[in-house]
Structure formats: C-alpha cells, structure tokens
C-alpha cells in the first residue's frame, strides 16, 4: 500500500525532526538514555561478575564436592547437638575406603596456633590438618621439596607445608625445606613449599601465611570436639550425582540414620554452588530489568508528550499532507516511526554509555570485574525495549495525529 | 484523459467531471446548528475554469472543502469523474484527493525545511508507485511552472509568487482531473496575481480543469464562467461576460498580452517573480 518513498521520506523526517530540534529531543530521550545506559551498565558488571566466578569454580574443579555438618531443617537444638553431628576422621576414612567414584578425599581441621621461627613468633596462624590426597582435591602442589605422603600421615611426622608468604612472615631463608619451625610448642621440619594460587572465591584469597601439617598430628593438637570438613573430588564430572548419593549412603550408615530421619550433614558438589550463583545473578539481571522498566516508562512519558507538542506544533503540516492524499494510516506510521526513531536514537546512546561505564569498570583496581562486557543479547534487548517504549507511547500521539480533519488542521494557527 | 476505475453512474449528465446533486452539509458547533450547504446543484464539464465566489458564510468554502474530498455532505451525491465519491471512508478519500484533486491553497503550504523540488515530489509520497520516476515527473512540474531553475531553493529562499508556483507544480503533479485553488493570490501583489493566474490560463489552455474559490472580481475575471452562492445555494451561474465579474474583462485582456509575455519569459528559463 505504501510505496518505498514513503518510507524513505519518513525515516529522513524522523531524523531531520530530531535534528532540527536537537536539544529538545535530547532532553526527552534522556530518561531513555539513563535507563538503558545504567541497566547495561549493570548488566556489564554482572556478567564481568559472572564470568570471573565461573572461572574460578572451573579452576576448582566441576568434579568437587564439600561434605560438612547441617542440623536438620526445624529441628529442636537439643535433639541434634553439635558434638552428635560433626563430622568424624572415620567418616573421612570410610568415604575414601568406601566410595568407589570417589577418586581422592580428604578431611581438613584448622587450628590456630602460635608459630616460630628463630626469635621471629606469629600468634594464631592458621594451621590446617590435611590428607596427602589435599594436593590433588585442592589442584595444589609443592613447589619447592615434597608434597604430604601417607607415611607422613600414618606415623604422624611432625612435618609441614608452608607457603610464601609464611616464608616472608617468619623471615625464613628462601628456600626453608629442611628448616624446623615450631608450631603450637612442637618442633616441625620444613619439607616442601605449597604452589600459592590466586583469588579463590570472592577474594577470600590465600595470599596470608598458610601452614600445613599431616591431619593425624593436627588431631592431636585440637580439643576432643573440634571441627572438620571434608574435600573431596569424583572420579567422574559427569558420575557427580550418583557420587554424591554413594557419600550420603555410606555416612547415613555410618551415623546409624534410618531411612525416615533427617540427615545431619550435608553433600555439595560444586556445581550446587554454580548454580545458586548463576541463580543470583539472574535475580540481580532481573532486578536490573525492573529498573530499566521504570526509567522506560518514566522515558515513554516524555516522548508521549513531546510527541503530542510535535503533533500539536505541525498540525497545518499534517492537513497539508492528508490534502496532498495522505491516508490516516500513513500519517499514523510516519508518527509512530519517529517516536521509534527517538527512542532508538536514546538507546543508541544509552548503550554508548553504558559500554564507556563498563569499560571504566574494568579499569577501577581490585574491583575483579576486569572482564565486564556488554552481552549482544543485552544490546539487542535494549533496542528492542527503546522501540517497544517508542510504539507503545507514541500510539497516542500518533493516533491523535491521523485522527486530525484535514479541513480543521489547515485552518490550525 | 484517464478513465477511473469505479461505478460509473448510470445517468452519464453529459461529459460532466463533477457532478454534485443536492447536497447539504450541516454543522453542529455546540448547540447550534449550521446549514452551510442547503441542496446545492452543480455540474463543471472538463477543462471548465470556473470561480466559485460567494461572501462568508455563503457556503464557498464547504462547498470547495467537498469538491476536494476534504469532506463529505450529510446528504446529497457528489459524482468525481463518475465516482460517488460523498460515501467514501477516510483511506478511499485520501486516495482519491490524491490522484484527482490538485490543491493550491493561499499561504501556500509548503514544508519549510524541504527544497522546491522536494515539496513538488509530496503528493508521490502517497502516491500508488510514486518511486519510479519522481525525480523526472517532479521536475517536468517545476519546468511547467516556470521554476526549473529554483529546484534546489527552500521556500523561505523564494519570493510569494514563486512559492504559489512550487505548490501548483505540487498540485499538477499527479495529472489531477481538478486543479482546485482557494484564494490563489489572496497574499500576492497584482503584479505577482497576473503572473499567477496567466499561469492557470496557461495550464487551462493545456486542457486542465481549473475552480478557483475567490471573492475578488478581478481574479474571476479570468475564468469562463462564475458560480456565485448565497446561503448554501447557487444564486447565479453565469458565463463570465454576463457575470458583474464580467466589468474587468477588458482589463484582463489588456494584461494578458503583458502577463502571457512575462509567462513566455519565465517559460524560457530566466526571470524571477
């Protein structure tokens, strides 16, 4: 029905009217332009967010899993005390015996205790009782001397792992294998250095003085009750929740649990943790769409109403063009097209925005959001949204203007 | 000349181009009603050049607001070229004011930010097929009207009369079966007034059917016949040399030699307005 010079001429007009009035057309898309601008913005910082956590979940390994102590859902205190439900050395020893798809296990206790080296003496150092096993759970090994072996675990060596930054706490030499320390009063020998890795999860970083010594010694050294987890790694990613049953199965043994009786531990993979994640962040995202919703429809109302100021201000141009044989519907598309057209306008420029906010993002230290990004999906949402707010507030608008008589609008001052 | 499609009505009323039987529009502004047509007549064969005249409130303008499908009757028939044209909807009516009704209006209507050539090329816009073509079809018009030299001018960069004459190039576009024009020279001087209606002599004498809407005597004068109107109703239909309008014939005819030499020279692609 309209031919390709309609069409031609109603984009040129779209923006030859945005043109002409450049100030007032900025002003109104404003409340376009902040809205998507913010949203992408947050957007940005959310999947920089994202995308480095995920990382760091990969790097710990999809085939992970943490079994530690959970009272029971609504569960009176006194039913389960905490001595009944931490976990036990026998339950470890039981996963690793007994569990076939497990591949390698280990408990993990800390204690702080006071260390010292020569005259220099740090107070609570956090001193962590492990397995041999540790090194590959944890996807960290020596770099300098020996990792743990059973033996050291088995016969309770007072021997221990250090890291860097303990070397440079304790003013040991640089490279301290062979060096004895003492730790909690006891004489322990140096015998290799632990690989410190970056960040772990949400800067819960590693970069503090860390100590380790066979988790048999630790035992010693806690009180009768203490705390301890247990790490652990499938054989099998893909075999991760039948291994997570086969835990369950042999510690509800262990604990004596009949089928009906709640379990006072819990198993976790850590595609568990992935997934509260990932479901954070789509709450956020969603979060972030409510806010664009809101500055769109507070956007739509400003257009709506320079649109009519539009309609209001070209009404003789409006009778001229129904004169000259245009149908309602094509003064109604040439209307609507520019309402469309401001707001695209607004949100192209709110995507700019937005990806110079999201580009000073990744340059603000220690922030971690250095792989902040805007997603396509999130720049073509937005078009989408700004030419939605353009059709749905300019309706009015543009109605009014093919309502218009073309006798009375050429007689319009 | 083109054959439209459409009933064709079935009383032909000779080679008659309009054709309007008893029409009456009544307005209701508030609670008063306002017969601004009372049954009126009216039929203009092809290639007429007929002025409609009247005072206000005659009934001119509505009458030329229907004419040019602006509007339609609250009773009464108007045939366009054979078309009932008083029934039909908004998109209908748009389309038919677009093929068949040149409009030229007093304060001329152009877009203000477009060039000569651009305002000429409107009407396409809405045109069936307009995009093949146009450029040609637009400046053919403009050569027409004397202005093939001022194709890239905005209208604030061109005199009154020759703005008249970018909107008549507009409203010969299309080849429209009535050239209807409102007041042509109601805001030129009379040097400017004889420059514009030697051009609609001019288009008439090429075989375009003109009705001019005035009330100045003068401008009647250059057309064949006179319709005058007085409440709604035709009160005389008379040829131009029975009209009163008919007094300023002798001076129309002295100022055509001049006009139409001044037409020749624009014509021939040179002076201004």
Redesign the interface.
Known sequence: M?????WL?AITLAF?QIW?NKSRAFLTALGIIVGVASTTAVIAALTGLKGKVLAEFESVGASKFFVFPDRPDNAPRNMYPWEKILLKPEEARAIRDECTLVKAVTPITEVGLDVQSGDKRIEGITVAGIWPDWHEVQNRFVEEGRPFTTIDVDSERQVCLINVDAITELDLPANPVGEAILIGGRRFLVVGIVETTQARFFGMNTSSAEIFIPFSVAEKMQERNFFMRIEGMFANPELAEEGEDEVRFVLRRMRGLAPSEPQTFQVAAIDKFIEQFKTLATGITAIAGGIVGISLLVGGIGIMNIMLVSVSERT??I????????????ILLQFLLEAVTLCLVGGFIGIAIGRIAAFGLTKIPGAQLEQADIPFWAVVLSFAFSAATGIVFGMFPAIKAARLD??EA?RHE | MRVKRGSRMPDPGAAALIEVRALTKIYRVGVETIHALRGLDLAIRRNEMVAIMGSSGSGKSTLM?ML?C??RPTSGAYFLNGRDVSRMG??EL??V???EIG?V?QSF?L?P?QSALENV???????????RG?RQRALAALDRVGLGNRVDHRPNQLSGGQRQRVAIA?AIL?KPSILLADEPTGNLDSQTTAEILALFRQLHAEGQTIVIVTHEDEVAAHCQRVVRLRDGRVLSDLPIAQDVAGRHLESVRATVASASAVAEAIAGGGAAC
Not at chain 1, 319 to 330: D, F, H, M, S
Not at chain 2, 122 to 127: D, F, S
């Open positions: 309209l031919n390709p010079l309609f001429q030859s002409a003789r141009e009778g001229l063009r129904k004169a000259v044989g245009a149908t309602p519907t094509a073309p006798i050429l | 607001n040019g602006l509007d908004a998109s748009a389309q004011r677009n093929e409009f209006f209507e877009l930010r090329e409107l009407p396409l816009v809405y045109a069936k097929g307009g995009w146009r507009r299309n």
